[in-house]
């Protein structure tokens, strides 16, 4: 089980690592003012490259903390 738990680990870690140096940073300055096409409230909310980075790094953290905690339970 710890063997199992240490590789969900080293996975998840690897899929965070990569998707943080593919990510582009937020430094667009004054331009967002004026808003954009795939805005929060835009007809194509969810399907950027950004928001699938976003639900790719929020579901790989949440099973890396999950297999921490349980691999520091057994």
């Known amino acids: ?26 430094q667009a300055g004054l331009g967002t003012l004026s808003g954009e096409e795939t805005s929060a409230w835009g007809e194509h909310r969810g399907s950027s490259k950004k928001d699938l980075e976003n639900r790719i790094m ?15 339970a057994i």
């Open 1 to 26: 089980m710890e063997t199992l738990l240490s590789i969900i680990i080293a996975l998840s870690a690897l899929v965070m690592i990569v998707i943080v140096s593919i990510t582009e940073s937020d």
């Open 58 to 72: 929020k579901i790989a953290s949440v099973i890396f903390v999950v297999a921490l905690i349980a691999l520091a």
